[in-house]
């Protein structure tokens, strides 16, 4: 019986992070069900960027409240998470505060994690408040429906309990460590606690077994909570938390508005643009371009996996459809629901496959009309607002100009406007409706 709650904690610890592992790996299979990229250039400019934009949080701060705030719970995150070492460590081989010898940065630790847990906790009461009462118009437009809207929230009351859960912890353990003679007490005196210290009077009534009872309640839930919420991540807005770091990594690193031609388009042109090439003529072994089997993309087995690594790593934050022209304006076109379209997509695709050993069966849907309509698609002018505004290096844009191109090149469905602009081109050798002799006639008017 001694051993039984170690017992326990590994084998909850164990199906937690087997469970993580398991999501973490239908993940990358999702993601992989994109087509081949090149992102292996300049290394140096694309760690520079993951340094710069995840861990730095440069373009968080942009907006100075939300970025301040952000930033506060994502260090408070990443210092209280060093003591889910302790915790673990505690966990398994049935220790208390394992990390007590250090004696004076022990108490320095244990002080910044209650500050920061402080902090936190403050923070995401501010956050929840924006959204919910303040009610900023960016977490309310029209895609934000019952899921994403209660996911936020979910995350947030996760984030104070687990913060609520910590400082009770503390102190009570600090409560415990103040009973003289407690009968085989291992809550031996160590830590600093600048917070919760003045919970301490909610508990000096209890007798050391109760004390015990709550502080290890408390205990186990605070490790509940963090397995649960780690879990809860692949379902969660907040897998951002994990995709930042590579989403940044492979962010696009062409200027905005350099827009990728295909190969085999750009070939034919160039050919057609040679006197000396002979149109006819067979090409040269090994020098033919690969021509793909479809143009541009109707759903996300079309896009290369990059594109899909920003649909799992959207934050749903809003930036970028508050900072979007045709939005404003009332147009249809949401960057945002794009992102969040293309992965529950992606979701569906790969949970067909799941049902379906491994393969996937034409399901009659596709991303295209089933979930992003072409007024959405042609709204957009392509100004990149979006991906200059996105804190993680999302691209909505690069996903609207690859169905685009579907539409325009397999299914010559462009809106009449377009169609009628190419004509004059290819007529006229301009835009406009005029013959190129008549083309500066209004200079004389």
Known sequence: MQYLPNILFAI??????????????????NIKLGKAVGVSDNKSQRLRNMVMIAFGQSKMVRRPIAGVLHAIVYVGFIVINIEVLEIIIDGLFGTHRVFAFLGPFYDILIGAFEVSALLVLITVIVFWIRRNITKLKRFWKKEMTSWPKNDANYILYFEMILMCLFLIMNAVDQTIQMMPGAPDNHYVEAGSYPVSQFLVPLFQGFNYGSAVIVERSAWWLHIIGILIFLNYLYYSKHLHILLAFPNTYYGNLKPKGQMNNLAAVTNEVKMMMDPNVDPFAA?????EEEVPE????SDVLDLNWVQLLNAYTCTECGRCTSECPANQTGKELSPRKIMMDTRDRLEEVGKNIDANQGTFKEDGKQLLDDYISREELWACTSCNACTEACPVSIDPLSIILEMRRYLVMEQSAAPTELNTMMTNIENNGAPWPYNQMDRLNWKNE
């Open 294 to 297: 479809k143009f541009g993309a």
């Open 12 to 29: 909850l610890f164990s199906l937690g992070i087997g469970y993580f592992i398991k999501n973490i790996k239908k993940l990358k299979r």
């Open 283 to 287: 090409p040269e072994e090994g020098t």
